[in-house]
């Protein structure tokens, strides 16, 4: 029977408790135990897809075809556990499920209610799918206090007195703020939450106290004694160098020993993290460096590229270089075509990834341009791809070349795709549907040409990945790119959806329709994104 780790968040957001997750689920698989990950998150939108980047970063696309939260990104990133459709549920989703049900008379006449209607499906949910596992752990999204999270505190409440003391540990994450006007460390913030979270009937077990300075023996001590825990429990938790050190580090405060004691089980040896560590040996000491240019349209928001980056630093460990990310806003492109030259010209590589909408996509143009003609390493991501398919055919002669997805347009080498093959049959969309949950996501195989580039980088002429987009490139005009050199090398099994494009005559030129990024691993680098950056790294010396 599986064990439950339930992991809160208090004092304030963005402390950190999807990595601490990660890094924990991590020291425990390297123990050899066998864990999952799943994410409660208390917003009304049934899932993040339809969130702006703005408010809230990427969205992570499971195998399964599941818009989801960034924090699996790491889950899968630091496990590489495949995360499913039933790791991350969302409040929207818990009442649209009752909700059905209500309507369709599963409650046989009966008052719905948060309790026990909404608190029993969310244990459903934590429940679903464990067998052969030996630890679940489940972080609830937002901060102890907040309205929205009252129903999941509750629920774990529940589950603890359901599956037994024994079964389940709590660990709450929070603030140890330094006040430098006083010169110290306040632990009063800490002793809040705990007392928030305790007067929900949920006692911690461990607690994880993220810091700026080294947190005292006194401190721990004192933390220890206010909130109920015994003073090993007290985790400190100070920025690291790179997140891919946090594994090692928690374990060396503790954290893993001290979940294990308050299951009351014997930690036995010690793990082994010999591959945390190679990466982080890796990571602090480069054999050189390159610069990608990552030209797009959430540039203030560090989150909305946060796969992108990890995959760019997974293929700067690939080939034991330090990879600099320039950040740099395609709209700026479109107001000073000197400004393109400008700031692209000391890039090793450039990278055009995925987005919507219109703004910034002639800046994006202009980037393709600029590394199709200067023999720059490029890699087009989904909207990417595409723009590079408008740039061929523009530089074929069609001036108005476009997508459907900025409006009309007399030349669409890019439109809405209506109808696709998946496992189930055959999927049709329209436009002005719902947004939500319709595009073409998930996993999708392809085949790639037999003596294409990209066959050789993955030593396979089949793949999958995943996928997240409406449009697709025409190929009504596959015959006119190709004139352009563009080579579609690689394809859907049926032969209808273009996947890949590449240039052969190019020093590195692909472009491609799914997102790469989201199976990139610290241990397990993406092929596409370890060999754009080994040619990255000789373009450094072309320079």
């Known amino acids: 029977m599986a064990r439950y780790i339930f992991i809160t968040g208090g004092v304030v957001s963005s402390l950190g408790k999807g990595l601490m997750a990660a890094s924990l689920a991590a020291l425990l698989q390297a123990r050899g135990y066998r864990v999952r990950i799943r994410k409660f ?25 599941a818009e989801t939260d960034l924090d699996l990104g790491h889950y899968e990133r630091f496990t590489g556990v495949a995360s499913r459709q039933s790791d991350n549920v969302t409040s929207g989703r818990i009442y649209k499920t009752i909700i059905e049900r209500e309507r369709r008379g599963d409650y046989l006449g009966a008052t719905v209610q948060v309790i026990p209607h909404v608190t029993d499906a969310i244990k459903a949910f934590a429940q679903d799918e464990t067998e052969d596992l030996d630890f679940v752990l489940c972080e609830i999204g937002g901060t102890v206090g907040d309205i929205e999270s009252l129903p999941f505190i509750e629920a774990i409440r529940q589950l603890r ?40 009937g949920v006692q911690p077990d461990v607690l994880v106290c993220r810091s700026e300075r080294e947190l005292p023996a006194s401190d721990r001590a004192k933390i220890a004694q206010f909130c109920n825990v015994p003073t090993a429990a007290v985790i400190p938790a100070l920025d690291a160098k790179s997140i891919y050190a946090v594994p090692t580090q928690y374990h060396r405060e503790g954290l893993d020993l001290e979940v294990l004691r308050a299951f009351g089980i014997d930690p036995g040896a010690a793990p082994d993290l010999e591959r945390w560590e190679r990466i982080v040996r890796r990571l602090e000491n480069p054999e050189g460096e390159v610069t990608i240019g990552v030209v797009g349209k959430y540039m203030g928001v560090p989150d909305a590229y946060k796969s992108l980056h990890e995959a760019l630093v997974h293929g700067g460990i690939a080939n034991q270089v330090k990879v600099n990310i320039r950040w740099l806003d395609a709209e700026l492109f479109e107001r000073d075509a000197e400004e393109v030259t400008s700031k692209l010209e000391p890039m090793h590589g450039i990278l055009v990834p995925g987005g919507f909408g219109e703004r910034g996509s002639e800046g994006k143009i202009a980037s393709v341009r600029f590394a199709r003609e200067r023999g720059v390493p490029f890699f087009g991501i989904c909207l990417g791809m595409q723009m590079a398919c408008v740039d061929a055919a523009r530089d074929q002669g069609l001036e108005n070349a476009s997508t459907t997805e900025f409006g009309p347009t007399d030349e669409p080498v890019v439109g809405m795709i209506t109808e696709w093959m998946t496992s189930e049959g055959i999927q049709k969309r329209e436009a002005g549907g719902d947004l939500g949950g319709t595009m073409r996501l998930g996993a999708y195989p392809a085949k790639l040409g037999g003596n294409s580039v990209v066959a050789s980088i993955y030593g396979s002429d089949e793949i999958s990945e995943r996928h997240r987009h409406r449009y697709e490139v025409n190929t009504h005009y596959k015959p006119l790119l190709e004139k352009n050199g563009l080579v579609f090398s690689g394809m859907s099994p049926d032969g209808t959806l273009p996947e890949i494009v590449e240039r052969p005559d190019h020093p590195w030129f692909v472009g491609v329709q799914f997102h790469p990024e989201l199976k990139s691993k610290p241990f397990d680098p993406h092929p596409l994104f370890a060999s754009f950056i080994q040619a990255a790294v000789k373009q450094s010396r072309l320079v």
């Open 161 to 200: 007195n359901d599956l037994g003391r024994g079964q389940t540990v709590s660990i709450h994450v929070t603030l140890v703020p330094y006040i430098s006007a006083a010169g110290e460390l306040k632990t009063k913030p800490t002793q809040h939450s705990v007392r928030e979270l305790a007067a929900l």
């Open 41 to 65: 998150d208390p917003y009304l939108n049934v899932d993040p897809g339809t969130m702006s980047p703005h408010q809230h970063g990427e969205v992570y696309v499971t195998d399964d075809g």
